[in-house]
């Protein structure tokens, strides 16, 4: 129900926009969220982003450099990375879910929903 798309290969510095087409619906109904997982490591919080679109919210290690999104009209959220850093690199995972409480939005057991994952690599 959730495709990520948008992974690939840059150099430190570069940017890449990652995109989540959901067939969920309605897609305004969920709360969206990023997470990644690099080689030997655990799933992490990436993003997250309300069912409006009003407010976002990022990890620590990415504010500043990523901006997550949503168009609800085209079921489909998006994650802008700017200033890419090698320790980006990760499998990056989008997730949603309806009920979800938004203090619980870093959370990654809180969503029901989770796309197939799409591989970034940041090259120094």
């Known amino acids: 129900q959730l495709q990520a798309s948008g992974g690939g290969v840059v150099q430190a510095g570069g940017s890449l926009r990652l995109s989540c087409a959901a067939s969920?619906?309605?897609?305004?109904?969920?709360?969206l969220g990023w997470f990644r997982q690099a080689p030997g490591k655990e799933r992490e919080f990436v993003a997250a982003?309300?069912?409006?679109?009003?407010?976002?919210y990022y990890a620590d290690s990415v504010k500043g450099r990523f901006t997550m999104s949503r168009d609800n009209a085209k079921s489909t959220a998006y994650l802008q990375m700017n200033s890419l850093k090698p320790e980006d690199t990760a499998v990056y995972f989008c997730?949603?879910?309806?009920?979800?409480?938004?203090?619980?939005?870093?959370?990654?057991?809180?969503?029901?929903?989770w796309g197939q994952g799409t591989l970034v690599t940041v090259s120094s």
């Open positions: 997730a949603a879910d309806r009920s979800l409480i938004l203090s619980n939005y870093a959370t990654g057991n809180a969503y029901s929903y």
């Open positions: 969920t619906s309605p897609f305004s109904t969920y709360v």
């Open positions: 982003i309300k069912r409006s679109g009003g407010s976002t």
